[in-house]
């Protein structure tokens, strides 16, 4: 394909990605102590599987739900529960967790089979095998993989997008693993299709990563099911609704789900998580973090246990540069500042960031009417009139004027001259909206 594709609206901050993108995956050691959350998915928490004093193994399940909607958690090392307490978790929520003493043995469970010959399984196994693995998308949003493999019989999938734009600064642990580790996103990828039953799947790589698009154009040299398709880099084109119509010209219906048109959207590093679980039959018990900044000595792309401390990683990645002020877990536009280097690692963490210079915001003026924040919405919005919506509490009227279509991609307050908290009112609208939703139905 030899034009990028893209979408209306959206930005180009500067990426600071030079600072690890040449730089390969290193394995960090597992920690002494490892403190695994109960919730770190969209949908139900999980209920402790052991309790304080039990000896567990590398791979066991620790924690389960009957519901759905839910993903286990599984211990990264082997060793013995300390203690089963609440803890907070990076977005500040506190959440039930399962800490485990590290024994050093790495003594595998005996649960985990491998299963390398993808010919030999069916759809069935296959959604079995990823939600036992509690895989889910590790881009950031959390969603079970196994649900979105499991369409409602009403919902014909035909496409199967994985994406690889990691579009936001500083992070490149998903550049890293196209690079170094094309065959695992491309069996993830057929196993996906297999579980959909599809025929048709895109890969959509930003331009800014040509090393990646070459690794995969090779790796799927030998599957013209799979296509990898150039986008520009341009911020934010990983969201999934932006991503199906840069690659396929298709909307998603406000209100709606991918699904509604036929379309799955997974995460390149859930796609090798995937090729793990089936191949290996390891679980998802570690993730590639980008550890970056200029805060940090030296910035690293680790692959690191969930429920590792993240002053820890920081550590693995030469420690602090200077005075650090602000520590964000994920993106510098879409993350969250940490109080805490004591927080776990999770399953959701694409990165931890650190700033010698804390980035205090303007105090906001009133709008100028320029109509920049219109200009880069890529969901088609007027961000600042749901915000003054939101402000004045006409939550419903919000919605009627496309609220929960936003992607709360940040674009808005970033081009904004005035300095107006467009996103945060945005989002608290959003959440007032979400929690009336609930009170209705339980």
């Known amino acids: 394909m030899s034009t990028a594709r893209t979408f209306r609206g959206g930005i180009h901050p500067v990426g600071y990605k030079e600072l690890t993108s040449g730089k390969a995956i290193v394995t960090m050691p597992a920690p002494a102590e490892v403190t695994v959350l109960l919730k770190q998915h969209v949908g139900a928490p999980c209920k402790p599987l052991v309790k304080k004093g039990d000896v567990v193994n590398k791979g066991q399940k620790i924690g389960d739900s009957d519901e759905f909607?839910?993903?286990?958690?599984h211990a990264p090392v082997s060793g013995v529960v300390k203690a089963i307490q609440p803890c907070k978790d990076p977005s500040g929520s506190i959440v039930q967790a399962v800490?485990?003493?590290?024994?050093?043995?790495?003594?595998?469970?005996p649960s985990i089979e491998p299963h390398p010959d993808l010919d030999q399984l069916d759809a069935e196994t296959i959604k079995s095998i990823v939600r036992e693995a509690g895989i889910v998308g590790l881009g950031g949003a959390t969603f079970p993989t196994h649900v979105k493999l499991s369409p409602p019989p009403d919902k014909k999938i035909e496409t199967l997008i994985v994406n690889g734009c990691e579009c936001e600064p500083y992070l490149t642990c998903d550049h890293r693993l196209m690079v170094e580790q094309p065959e695992r996103v491309v069996f993830g990828t057929r196993a996906m299709m297999k579980a959909l039953g599809i025929k048709q799947a895109y890969i959509g790589i930003e331009d800014n990563k040509p090393d990646a698009i070459a690794a995969l154009n090779k790796a799927t040299a030998d599957y013209p099911d799979i296509e990898v398709v150039p986008l520009k880099y341009k911020y934010p084109q990983g969201c999934e609704r932006q991503l199906i119509t840069a690659i396929t010209g298709k909307q998603v219906p406000a209100n709606g789900l991918p699904m509604d048109i036929g379309i799955v959207v997974n995460n390149v590093e859930t796609a090798a998580a995937v090729q793990t679980a089936i191949e290996t039959g390891m679980p998802l018990i570690e993730r590639v973090v980008t550890v970056s900044g200029e805060g940090v000595k030296n910035p690293q792309n680790l692959l690191v246990r969930i429920g590792t401390p993240i002053g820890e990683a920081i550590e693995a990645a030469g420690g602090f540069n200077g005075s650090p002020k602000q520590v964000i877990i994920g993106g510098p536009l879409t993350g969250v500042t940490q109080s805490d280097l004591s927080v776990p690692v999770t399953k959701c963490n694409t990165g931890i960031l650190v700033f010698n210079e804390l980035k205090k915001p303007n105090k906001p003026e009133p709008c100028i009417?320029?109509?920049?924040?219109v200009d880069v919405c890529p969901a088609f919005l007027l961000p600042v009139t749901l915000a003054n919506l939101s402000d004045i509490g006409q939550f419903d009227k919000a919605v009627e004027m496309g609220l929960l279509s936003c992607?709360?991609?940040?674009?808005?307050?970033?081009?904004?001259?005035a300095h107006r908290f467009l996103l945060q009112s945005i989002q608290l609208a959003k959440q007032e909206v979400e929690a009336k939703s609930y009170k209705k139905t339980s």
């Open 407 to 417: 992607v709360e991609c940040g674009s808005c307050s970033y081009v904004c001259p």
């Open 369 to 373: 009417r320029c109509g920049r924040c």
């Open 99 to 109: 800490v485990i003493e590290n024994d050093g043995e790495e003594r595998l469970d």
């Open 69 to 73: 909607i839910s993903a286990p958690v």
